[in-house]
């Protein structure tokens, strides 16, 4: 290879610049095709959320103006509760999603308590399935990745990347080349997803692309199943397991924080089976009592928060997120756990 | 940062624009050192001064042992760097390694140790830029150059970042003309070097990530559930895995480095296509093979010393090699299982058919299939987190063990069908060395062929993989 500009660079630079050409304009092209099928099939393009976003939210807790307040929990929360009408709600206070679907919550809680930057208001979803030790760690991946792996070079990557799924269809795995090729192998087609996500990982779920009723039962099949799985409990082991707490509400308390338990609204299959496992006396009641350092809130009794329709029991159609959201930060002010 | 972020765009061409824009070559190389640190310090600015400092110590201790007349200062010298080099090493990837297998000898002596766990993260990249550091030492050392005087040069032989995290493992005679004697982008090379990177791009994100990397990983995930068909397309898609995933980091640094004028060595030929085991380590990570060769297996004694001892320095130079690729026994068993074939196929050529070694073509064929088959199943210990999976993942590689099932799903075809068309390659081009060959093709016949690979890595989204040789 030469290691300068000579005049026998030039055809060889002619050859290169030709065929660089005809390359961008095909890939371009192939690209611009299969955007404009997807979309002609009625797709739009989609945030991914992942453990990126997530650590991205999680920077976000140390830095920026107003006091941090993590919303942590599963899908509940990821998808009822609404981070920029909260701080426009809260303006004092920067609230950061650090919910994960699927995900109970407790690990993250246990990292922001460790966090000695962290000087902040947690707003933690509480369920009592979720509590059980067995699901303490299932928000740990997402803290180990946010602790050993994330850098500025992965959040300038997840930012470019967040762009482009913004605006592509294509840049969803759903609609890459494997994929197509196996639905054109197999016949069916992609998922019509119905939750659209945001870059700070709020999600809207969309229930007239879906049949709520068909949801609703599979929830309800999918919690019996869970419930069916569970290692055996009592409220007494339940709470005792749970004596850790105290450590994590009190360092955040000590940084000047607080520690906010929100039992998310329920309704139907979901909260007959949910009362049935774990009766609300015997597991939520005796921990608010335990923990006296904590604030306490149940939506369900709260008129303004259980007074939405959830579609399938359990999650707020996105309609519904702003007036959630507002009644939500209404009751947190008014019960003296947040001010505006 | 890795070449298959965006990131890695975005500073790929800042770097090329300024570096281009600089008049001066000590300026432009300034800038590339610098540049390379922020391209290591992306994954963790932490290790940062400890490959400055391996680096500077290396470089001061070469020319100590290049001043030294007297033999005994000399190897002093050596040993010196040895120890430190290897115990750097040591401490960040093997210290687990060693106290479990220490706590493991006490057990059998009735003795009860429990080795306190140190959450040590191992510096990306330190097997490749210590081996680097070894080789301009134990050069030096050798006599067979003068040391640089400039410590920017050195340093940046071994930071250069398009192979400062997972190779080619360049020598310094490699790189030293290349740093001393002014160099830019050409319009060929630029052309040739992002073809490169976007082949080497395919390779990682469309065959490595999206073909092979699924189907190996639920296999690896459940040995256990796996029918015969579907342990064989998991390890077949392992097979695939590695090497594309390796040679496309690999085809990446070497594009890398030629949009900016250096040469980097070739570091696969096609190894799928090996005939014999000997002929596999000439093509799979050659620039890692050739270190083993001329630092350790020479070093050891080579064939000088009797056929029994030749046998004897092959075993342990594939051990250490295997052992060089992890901390774990299932690495160890690896290196020694290519040790035994390469000791099999040496004692086979000289004792057994010395005459007949050049065989008919078919023959040859047959043995490449041999050899083929025999690497694809060593890969089992390479990839299994630990003996007893491998030994499952065997076992399922019987029909029976299992159910009889035969059912691939769509993926595992792909995985089966990708090998298959990666083997055929490797055997249409063999003999052929690629950017010569390519230098017959008619530019339309590259444009498309880059804009299919194009498109492809662009509709072949999903997370990021960090590249497997990362975490040697």
Known sequence: MRSSTSSSDAPAGRRWLGAWLLAVALAVAICALAEAHWRAAGYRPNILDSRQLWAQQRERVDSGSGVPLALLGASRTEFGIDPKRLRERLPKYRPVMLAVDAHYPLATLRDLAADESFRGVVLCDLDAVGYLRVYWDMQQPYVDYFHKQWTPSWNLHRRLLTDWQRNAVIANPAFGWKASLTHALEGGEPFHDYIRYYANRSGDIDYRQTDPESTKRHFAQTMEGNIAALPPHDPQRWLGDLAPMHAWIGAIAARGGSVIFYSSPVNGLQRDALQRVFPREQYRDRLVAAFPEAHFLDALDVPALSRFDLPDDSHMDYRDKPAYTDALAATLVERGYLSR | ?472
């Open chain 2, 1 to 472: 940062m890795q070449f298959d972020s965006f990131t890695f765009v975005v500073f790929f061409a800042v770097v090329l624009c300024v570096y281009n824009a600089l008049r001066g070559w000590a300026a432009r190389k300034w800038f590339l050192l610098i540049a390379s640190y922020v391209f290591y310090a992306a994954w963790n600015p932490l290790f940062l001064p400890l490959l400055i400092g391996s680096a500077t110590l290396d470089f001061w201790i070469a020319r100590r042992i290049h001043a030294s007349a007297r033999p005994g200062a000399r190897k002093r010298w050596i040993v010196a760097t040895l120890l430190i080099n290897l115990g750097v090493l040591g401490l960040f990837k093997y210290h687990a390694f060693l106290l479990d297998n220490f706590a493991a000898l006490l057990a059998l002596a009735g003795l009860r140790y429990v080795p306190a766990r140190f959450d040590i993260v191992l510096p990306i990249g330190i097997s490749f830029y210590t081996f680097h550091s070894l080789s301009y030492c134990l050069d030096i050392y050798r006599g067979k150059f003068e040391p640089t005087r400039n410590w920017r040069d050195y340093a940046l032989y071994v930071a250069f970042f398009p192979q400062l995290v997972a190779g080619p493992i360049t020598r310094f005679t490699q790189m030293r003309e290349q740093i001393e004697t002014p160099r830019r982008t050409t319009r060929e090379s630029l052309g040739l070097g992002c073809a490169l990177l976007v082949l080497g791009l395919f390779e990682k994100c469309v065959l490595a990530d999206t073909v092979f990397a699924p189907v190996a990983d639920t296999f690896f995930n459940a040995v256990g559930t796996a029918h015969a068909a579907a342990a064989w397309s998991g390890t077949l898609a392992f097979s695939g895995q590695i090497f594309c995933d390796f040679a496309g980091y690999s085809t990446c640094a070497i594009g890398a480095a030629l949009v900016l004028g250096f040469t980097l060595p070739i570091n696969f030929r096609y190894p799928y296509a090996a005939i014999g085991f000997s002929d596999f380590w000439r093509r799979w990570h050659i620039s890692l093979s050739t270190w083993l060769r001329d630092y350790l297996y020479v070093s050891l004694g080579g064939n000088r010393r009797g056929a029994w001892r030749t046998y004897v320095n092959l075993m342990l130079t594939m051990l250490i090699g295997g052992l060089w690729h992890g901390a774990a026994w299932t690495f160890v068993i690896w290196g020694g299982l290519h040790g035994l074939f390469l000791a099999a196929e040496r004692f086979t050529r000289e004792r057994l058919l010395p005459a007949n070694w050049q065989a008919p073509a078919l023959l040859r064929f047959g043995y490449g299939l041999l050899t083929l088959l025999l690497v694809t199943l060593t890969w089992i210990w390479f990839r299994a987190p630990d003996a007893t999976t491998a030994w499952q993942a065997f076992a399922h590689l019987l029909p029976g063990t299992a159910g009889n099932g035969t059912d691939l799903d769509s993926g595992q075809m792909f995985a089966v069908v990708g090998f298959a068309l990666v083997t055929a390659v490797h055997w249409l081009m063999r003999d052929r060395d690629l950017l010569t060959w390519q230098q017959r093709l008619p530019a339309p016949v590259i444009g498309i062929a880059l804009g299919l690979m194009l498109a492809m890595i662009m509709l072949s989204p999903g997370d990021n993989h960090a590249f497997i040789y990362f975490q040697f």
